[in-house]
């Protein structure tokens, strides 16, 4: 114990100076894509040009997030061990983010559905990677239930 | 700075007394911060100051975002780890 104490480094040095909170799911990218499915489905049944005006622009926004929140969980949580392992991820994420363009132009409740399916195949991945173990912190609730 | 640096490495590490060469890891002040401290390594030396890189490029924070380090915040380069036991060893 005397030497540990003797040997403990006076310094400490950072290789990461940002920190990331580690923290990534799929359901982010998903509920955003959700928000554009129903938005889509609303503006559909609307006939208030009003409403239907501030639909697309929230459409818009949504579908910009649920594309932030998939480049973020290629570029930030999945390293090259889980790409060797599950090559199509990388093909996944990238349709995926490009489907998110699709769906920012388009009132077509297909490619919103298209969308909601990318991301699920992307969630197979993270979840097959051990993304729900590796990344998220337990709920409490479901834990004592 | 994995696989060559892990969170919790105890390194020794020595000053300066000559440039850093490319591929060593180095114990630099951040230039943005220059109370932080960081170890990375030097991909290339030019005009008095180095550029560095994380081994983790697609996690890393480096010189892609804060730019070259000039020399003079070098304060030296691991030489040895000494802990943990297991992965004690030289840096070259």
């Given at each position: 114990?005397?030497?540990?104490?003797?040997?403990?480094?006076?310094?400490?040095?950072?290789?990461?100076?940002?920190?990331?909170?580690?923290?990534?799911?799929?359901?982010?990218?998903?509920?955003?894509?959700e928000?554009?499915?129903?938005?889509i489905?609303?503006?559909?049944?609307s006939?208030?040009?009003?409403?239907?005006?501030?639909?697309?622009?929230?459409?818009?926004?949504?579908?910009?997030?649920?594309?932030?929140?998939?480049d973020?969980?290629?570029?930030?949580?999945?390293?090259?061990?889980?790409?060797?392992?599950?090559?199509?991820?990388?093909?996944?994420?990238?349709?995926?983010?490009?489907?998110?363009?699709?769906?920012?132009?388009?009132?077509?409740?297909?490619?919103?559905?298209?969308?909601?399916e990318?991301?699920?195949?992307?969630?197979?991945?993270w979840?097959?990677?051990?993304?729900?173990?590796?990344?998220?912190?337990q709920?409490?609730?479901?834990?004592?239930? | 700075?994995?696989?060559?640096?892990?969170?919790?490495?105890?390194?020794?590490?020595?000053?300066?007394?000559?440039?850093?060469?490319?591929?060593?890891?180095?114990?630099?002040?951040?230039?943005?911060?220059?109370?932080?401290?960081?170890?990375?390594?030097?991909?290339?030396?030019?005009?008095?100051a180095?550029?560095?890189?994380?081994?983790?490029?697609?996690?890393?924070?480096?010189?892609?975002?804060?730019?070259?380090?000039?020399?003079?915040?070098?304060?030296?380069?691991?030489?040895?780890?000494?802990?943990?036991?297991?992965?004690?060893?030289?840096?070259?």
């Amino acid at each position: 114990m005397f030497l540990t104490r003797l040997l403990k480094p006076t310094i400490t040095a950072s290789a990461h100076c940002d920190l990331p909170c580690g923290v990534y799911d799929p359901e982010q990218a998903r509920i955003e894509a959700e928000s554009c499915y129903k938005i889509i489905e609303k503006y559909n049944a609307s006939s208030d040009e009003q409403f239907k005006t501030r639909a697309i622009v929230i459409k818009e926004e949504r579908a910009e997030l649920a594309k932030h929140h998939i480049d973020v969980l290629w570029s930030d949580y999945f390293k090259p061990e889980h790409v060797q392992k599950y090559p199509e991820i990388t093909e996944l994420c990238w349709k995926a983010a490009k489907q998110c363009s699709k769906v920012k132009g388009s009132l077509d409740l297909g490619e919103a559905r298209t969308l909601l399916e990318m991301i699920d195949k992307i969630a197979d991945v993270w979840t097959k990677a051990g993304g729900p173990k590796a990344t998220r912190v337990q709920n409490g609730v479901a834990a004592r239930a | 700075m994995e696989p060559a640096l892990w969170a919790g490495d105890w390194i020794v590490v020595s000053g300066m007394s000559r440039p850093p060469r490319v591929g060593e890891i180095v114990l630099v002040r951040d230039p943005r911060k220059p109370e932080n401290l960081m170890v990375k390594r030097v991909s290339a030396v030019a005009d008095g100051a180095c550029t560095l890189l994380g081994d983790r490029l697609e996690e890393s924070t480096d010189s892609r975002t804060f730019g070259p380090v000039p020399l003079a915040n070098v304060l030296g380069r691991a030489l040895f780890r000494y802990a943990p036991i297991g992965r004690i060893g030289w840096f070259w």
